[in-house]
């Protein structure tokens, strides 16, 4: 599985990914609004490259591309697509390189996928959740198209705190519609 843009490429994980997913995903601003807790360990980045170069993004389940620079060919985040069991519904979620935000590499990883997602798979729907206080993501999902459908008041512990949730949907009409698609 191979997606491109004009500067990235969305790929399969491999070995060699493991160090640099290693330190973009010890950076604790990188972390903070994440399910990990940095630093991850060279041992655990190596577990997590390996897992997810096994997963499939043609069937059920989660499946995590890595973001390529292709100006220097180096991994500078990644977007992941839990695909439901009727094939018809993703959840997608991401994570960029803290040098590498701002540059608008997120919007265009997270667009490619959402492309392929409506368009070659039939998608009918894409969600996308977010902790309430990482507004950049939030903003990045509204540019994107999706419509915030919810928040969900401290219902999730993570790090030691209770955090509220964003929810956010994307239909395949919304992004034939929008002007992102």
Known sequence: MLLETPRLVLRRFRTEDAAPLASYRSDPSVARYQSWTAPVSADTAART??????????????FQYAIELKAGRCLVGDVGVCLHENLTQAEIGFTLACDRQGHGYAAEAVGVVLD??????????????????????????????????????????????????????????????????
């Open 49 to 62: 490259v390996r897992a997810f170069a096994e997963g499939s993004a043609e069937d059920p389940g989660w």
């Open 116 to 181: 392929d997602l409506f368009g070659r798979r039939g998608v009918h729907r894409v969600s996308a959740e977010c902790d309430a206080r990482n507004t950049r993501s939030a903003r990045l999902l509204l540019r994107l198209g999706f419509v915030r459908e919810g928040l969900l008041r401290q219902a999730t512990w993570i790090k030691g705190e209770w955090t509220d949730d964003l929810l956010f949907g994307l239909l395949s009409s919304d992004r034939q519609s929008s002007p992102a698609g």
